[in-house]
């Protein structure tokens, strides 16, 4: 097993209360706890003048400045709220003598998909899907494909309600190799496509994610992937509207994420239709699923407006 150098300098353990002090810039930062780790480094709940802020640090300094020009990248996109924005970037001197690179992010203080939706219901599913589609078309255009696309890296902020990146560690340049990712999402693992960075690889991983919300325990693969992730989406009554636009992902049909974005928004118009038809049909046997598939689609549609106009 692979060691993180970083795991072997102790002083990189930060704890509450300890004070990091950039090197270069001489800003000063309190941390209150830690956020997450990765294979780049680990990130921290810190303050700054009273305010939270996200702190990233780690031994790995090229990969570090990577990630950095990744978040630059973003900013000239900013306005669309792709990532979280780039507050400061540094060197911090540990007490031992050890430099670390680090980079200031905004804190997004949210709550899991998973949570939302099982808290909210499944109209928001229709809204998630188009969020991140658009999302996902804007980091495409601006030459990179997120890699490591997954539950983890997502969160749920509010006013509005919107889906967030919250780590761009994954992050690799269009035609690349993917240089991170989680063996579940990654269509390699699945035996469904290579690593090469295009958009069609973060399209699978955007299926995996919602397969993912309905199966947090997941699932191993086996002799016939296909067949078991199609299975997987049909056994979710949540799902079924989109079933065959996100089939039609697994296996590589779209080239961007606009295409599909407009797939589900067929999908949603069409199951407004049939709502609008049948809207008298209330004894009928089926009347219940047209009735909440209706009303998902006007929620959906609502919610996704809202979210790119605010």
């Not at 400061?88 to 540990?94: P, T």
């Not at 229709?126 to 991140?132: D, K, N, T």
């Not at 994610?209 to 699932?219: D, E, G, H, L």
């Not at 709502?275 to 009303?295: C, Q, Y």
Request: charged share 25%; proline share 3%; glycine share 8%.
């Amino acid at each position: 097993m692979k060691t993180n150098r970083a795991w072997k300098k102790q002083d990189i353990d930060l704890q509450p209360g300890q004070t990091i002090s950039g090197k270069w810039h001489h800003k000063s930062y309190i941390i209150k706890g830690r956020l997450g780790a990765g294979a780049i480094g680990t990130v921290y709940l810190c303050t700054v003048n009273g305010k939270h802020a996200a702190l990233k640090i780690s031994d790995k300094g090229t990969s570090m400045t990577v990630e950095v020009n990744v978040l630059k990248s973003l900013q000239k996109v900013q306005g669309n709220r792709l990532g979280p924005y780039l507050l400061d970037v540094d060197d911090w001197v540990s007490p031992q003598g050890n430099t670390y690179s680090f980079y200031v992010m905004e804190y997004l203080k949210g709550e899991e998909m998973t949570r939302f939706i099982q808290k909210n219901g499944s109209a928001w599913v229709g809204v998630f899907m188009l969020q991140l589609l658009d999302d996902l078309e804007r980091f495409h255009q601006s030459g990179w494909v997120f890699g490591d696309l997954k539950l983890d890296n997502l969160i749920v902020v509010h006013s509005p309600t919107k889906v967030r990146f919250i780590d761009v560690g994954g992050t690799t340049q269009i035609g690349r190799a993917i240089k991170e990712y989680t063996e579940f999402y990654d269509r390699g693992y699945w035996g469904m496509g290579t690593r090469r960075a295009e958009p069609r690889y973060d399209l699978f991983a955007f299926v995996m994610v919602f397969i993912n919300v309905f199966y947090p325990k997941r699932f191993d693969r086996g002799a016939q992937s296909e067949r078991i992730l199609f299975k997987k989406i049909d056994d979710v009554k949540a799902l079924i509207p989109y079933r065959q636009v996100l089939k039609n992902a697994l296996v590589g049909k779209y080239q961007t994420s606009a295409e599909m974005k407009q797939e589900i928004t067929n999908v949603l118009y069409s199951t407004q239709q049939r709502r609008s038809r049948k809207k008298n049909a209330k004894k009928d046997t089926h009347a219940p699923f047209l009735m909440e598939a209706g009303g998902v689609t006007i929620v959906a549609i609502g919610y996704y407006l809202v979210s790119i106009l605010i």
